[in-house]
């Protein structure tokens, strides 16, 4: 077991290893943040920021020299990186987990494997011919294999024609993925300890605009579907052999859950823990990295979540003051600079004890905020 006030360190420092920082000296411990950008905002948070790219060798023996264990916030850190660092303390999630998490194609192989349905796909590369199975997945979406998120990187296609001028201006290789009629998108997040305990978040229900998350519901409210996505998220984290926080997101189709993608790391659908759950998801992430004890139940009130991206300072700053007079409103603001349409700002997030006065006061708060009510 790791005990504060030892320094643990995190590869990647936008919001979610600034999270991790808070969490992290919340319980005492030291923070080491190795991230390129001068200007990373946990790094600023951090008692110490290596400027420094992640394949750094120098920087990386540096890391590890201040650190008792290291973790990351994001999934495009090189394998190789992890790798090197394992040789030197523990690395939680292992390089052999975030290389399987950082690829579509072998995600999916993964899962496939493991007997997990996911949507209809093929791995396909810019340079190879088409296969005929193609035809059969229109509409479908283009994604690239590696380094997507918020939906960049993806493309709808509905013929051969387009699939072919989309493939060949992507030049890396990709998936091809059915375009589903979904019924609903939900997430998952666990952690699970070096001994094997496990301990997870409740189901939360997302909503997407433009492959980015608008909102958020924690719980879900689906028992069924709840335990039926961690009978999935469980087996999958034990046949990763993960140490960390693992996010897993889900497709709701045909009444059936498929698994969308993972997440080897805290995930934007976790956030709502940071003000309704008794242990937050950076908290979990904290003590699977030191081998601290998991909690057993995390019980959790009523709460939505609203991101901020960019687009809404374009008419000028939101009204910070009439959103922070709402009830249960505990506003989030990351401190990242300019703020450009599609890019993470901050989120909100509004707590209560029942549903109704929850979903008004987010209902209100949409207003202010000038978004479509949801
Ligand atoms: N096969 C699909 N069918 C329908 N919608 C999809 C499909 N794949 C992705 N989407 C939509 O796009 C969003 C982002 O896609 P995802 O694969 O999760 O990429 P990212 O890494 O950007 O999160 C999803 O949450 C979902 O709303
Ligand atoms: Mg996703």
Redesign the pocket.
């Known amino acids: 077991m790791i005990v504060p006030p030892a320094t643990l360190g995190m590869l990647g420092g936008g919001q979610l290893g600034r999270y991790f920082v808070m969490a992290a000296h919340r319980l005492g411990y030291k923070m080491v943040v190795l991230d390129p950008d001068p200007a990373s905002i946990a790094g600023a948070a951090a008692d110490h920021h290596i400027v420094a790219s992640y394949d750094d060798q120098t920087a990386l023996h540096d890391l590890a020299s201040r650190c008792a264990a290291i973790t990351c916030e994001f999934e495009n850190v090189p394998a190789a990186t992890l790798a090197l660092l394992e040789q030197r303390k523990p690395v939680r999630p292992a390089a052999s987990a975030v290389r399987i998490c950082q690829d579509r194609r072998e995600e999916k192989a993964f899962l496939r494997e493991a007997d997990i349905p996911v949507?209809p796909y093929l791995a396909l590369l810019a340079e190879d011919p088409i296969p005929a199975q193609a035809s059969e997945l229109f509409p479908a979406?283009l994604?690239t294999a590696r380094e997507?998120?918020?939906?960049?990187g993806?493309w709808q296609v509905n013929n051969l024609d387009e699939l072919a001028t989309a493939l060949a201006g992507s030049g890396v290789p990709c998936v091809l993925?059915?375009?589903?009629a979904?019924e609903g998108?939900f997430a998952l997040t666990l952690a699970r300890s070096p001994g094997g305990a496990i301990s997870a978040l409740p189901l939360v229900q997302?909503w997407?605009s433009g492959?980015i998350l608008d909102q958020t519901r924690s719980p879900a409210n689906a028992p069924a579907l709840e335990s039926e996505a961690k009978r999935i998220a469980e087996h999958l984290i034990a046949a990763l052999d993960y140490v960390g926080v693992l996010t897993v997101?889900f497709?709701l189709v045909g009444g059936q859950l498929l698994v969308?993608?993972m997440a080897p790391r805290p995930h934007n659908s976790g956030h709502p823990s940071l003000d309704n759950a008794e242990c937050s998801q950076f908290e979990l992430q904290v003590r699977a990295l030191c081998d601290l004890p998991l909690p057993e139940q995390i019980a959790v009130r009523p709460a939505l979540l609203i991101n901020l991206l960019g687009d809404l300072w374009q008419n000028g700053t939101p009204d910070w003051a009439a959103l922070l007079a709402l009830p249960g409103l505990h506003l989030h603001l990351y401190d990242k600079g300019k703020p450009r349409p599609g890019r993470k700002m901050g989120h909100i997030t509004i707590t209560g004890d029942n549903w109704s006065t929850v979903e008004d006061t987010c209902r209100q708060a949409r207003l202010l905020l000038g978004l479509a009510p949801r």
């Open positions: 949507a979406i994604k997507g998120y918020d939906g960049k993806q993925e059915k375009l589903l979904l998108e997302n997407h492959g997101e497709f969308n993608e």
